[in-house]
């Protein structure tokens, strides 16, 4: 029998089941069950201090722990082990991991109890039959981060509302004073449409609280600055790149980079120019294979940059989304994007980047207003750099990326990327 999922519709989860189509009831009417509603409530400040702690102790755990495992990986389409099997017990992954015993005293347990808490809210869907049917699960959850650019609204609400691909959508107004909020009420009028108001949280916990209200199988994270093409057609792409590849947890549609693991040395690959956040220009290479089931220009990556960056629910119940503790509440998020994908490649999964035409910058980045912002970018990035040295192996996982991309893809001739 052909098991294989109509188009648009991506493959289940073991033991979950499809749900049926939305409802229509008015937003108000929606409540959260019992436990999601306490697991939500976690205090903002509580959380932020239990993170901060478990991500010092977690580090210096993780320079004992012993090698050795012989815990069996995920798969690549090559038949090649992920270099990176995931870890049940702590809900990541570690090179070479063997658990240790728990004690509850111990960091490593304290990391572990947080990892397993932080998994846990991202298991709470607004699947209650009074947002959606007994049966309609739906599969892609767009999520914008909202701050201060109301003239893009009309366009991104639009392209957003009208395309088939998208089930369900979460703005995070992060304390717009330019009338944004107005503006997204004003356009988003579905039972299936949500607005989370804040107070100038910034990205990492936006994106984070509203991961843990999506519905779908699969979100995708936007910010306001960015206008998506009004076809929808990078959308479908996406979407058939993760029915083809069970095995992709995050998937970037702008820029995708490597590092020379021994001059350190950065290359870019992209169909448009990087502009760094509205800092300057980037050397820019186009996507350098194609993928031979979709045949669209794709290739693995070691960092997907944002935006839009799709990720698998599967992935951020594993993680326990956007890592906190490299950037301060009202700081920005810079370097977010990397973290999550070197995130992604420990957890055994794979980080992909293609081509989604976006018109981006579009009034302006807002971290880079003032020279004031841009050296506190500097330092949050600085930060986040030193925080992935730390963390990540990232020279195996280099070397992975490398082999996958000439194992699995077609290579492309592609030239140099041109305005």
């Known amino acids: 029998m ?76 090559a038949g090649v082990p992920h270099p990176f099997p995931y870890v049940p017990a702590l809900g990541r992954s570690l090179p070479g991991w063997s ?27 607004c699947r209650q039959a009074e947002t959606y049917t007994d049966a309609a699960q739906p599969v892609l959850t767009a999520i914008v981060q909202s701050f201060n650019h109301v003239g893009n609204v009309p366009k991104i609400s639009a392209a957003l509302v009208g395309s088939a691909a998208i089930d369900e959508i979460v703005v995070c107004e992060d304390g717009s004073s330019d009338g944004s909020l107005a503006a997204w009420r004003t356009a988003l009028t579905r039972p299936n449409d949500f607005i989370i108001r804040s107070n100038n949280l910034h990205e990492l916990r936006s994106y984070n609280r509203a991961m843990r209200m999506a519905s779908g199988d699969v979100v995708v994270l936007m910010q306001d ?27 970037g549609g702008y820029i995708g980079q490597t590092w020379d693991p021994d001059t350190g040395k950065g290359a870019e690959f992209g169909e448009q120019f990087s502009t760094h956040g509205g800092v300057r220009k980037g050397n820019t290479q186009r996507l350098a294979y194609t993928d031979p089931s979709t045949g669209v220009p794709f290739m693995y990556v070691e960092c997907a940059w944002i935006a839009p960056v799709f990720i698998r629910r599967d992935l951020l119940r594993k993680a326990g989304g956007l890592e906190l503790a490299i950037a301060k509440r009202g700081e920005p998020g810079v370097w977010q994007d ?41 330092r949050v990035w600085q930060r986040a750099v030193a925080y992935t040295n730390r963390k990540y192996p990232r020279r195996k996982v280099h070397d992975y990326v490398v082999s996958l991309n000439e194992r699995t893809l077609i290579k492309r001739d592609a030239g140099p990327l041109t305005e």
């Not at 989860?13 to 499809?18: C, E, I, L, M």
């Not at 728990?102 to 809210?121: D, F, G, K, Q």
């Not at 600055?225 to 998937?251: I, S």
Request: aromatic fraction near 4%; include cysteine; charged fraction near 25%.
């Open 338 to 378: 990397c973290v999550a994908s070197y995130e992604t490649w420990v957890n055994g999964y794979t980080v992909g980047i293609f081509d989604a035409p976006f018109a981006r910058g579009v009034g302006g980045h807002g971290s880079a207003t003032s020279p004031a912002k841009l050296k506190l970018r500097e």
């Open 225 to 251: 600055d960015d206008l998506p093409p009004p076809d929808g057609k990078w959308l479908e792409t996406a979407l058939a790149l993760f029915r083809d590849k069970p095995d992709l947890g995050l998937l």
């Open 99 to 125: 658990p240790p015993t728990m004690r509850s005293a111990s960091p490593a347990a304290a990391a572990a109890a947080l990892a397993r808490r932080r998994a846990e809210r991202y298991k709470c869907r």
């Open 2 to 77: 052909d098991t294989k999922p109509p188009p648009g519709q991506l493959p289940l989860p073991r033991g979950s089941r499809r749900r049926g189509r939305r409802g229509a009831p008015s937003p108000s009417a929606v409540r959260l069950p019992k436990d999601c509603a306490e697991v939500l409530a976690i205090d903002l400040a509580t959380e932020d201090a239990a993170v901060a702690a478990a991500a010092a102790e977690g580090a210096a755990a993780a320079a004992t722990i012993p090698r050795g495992s012989t815990a069996t990986g995920l798969q690549s389409p």
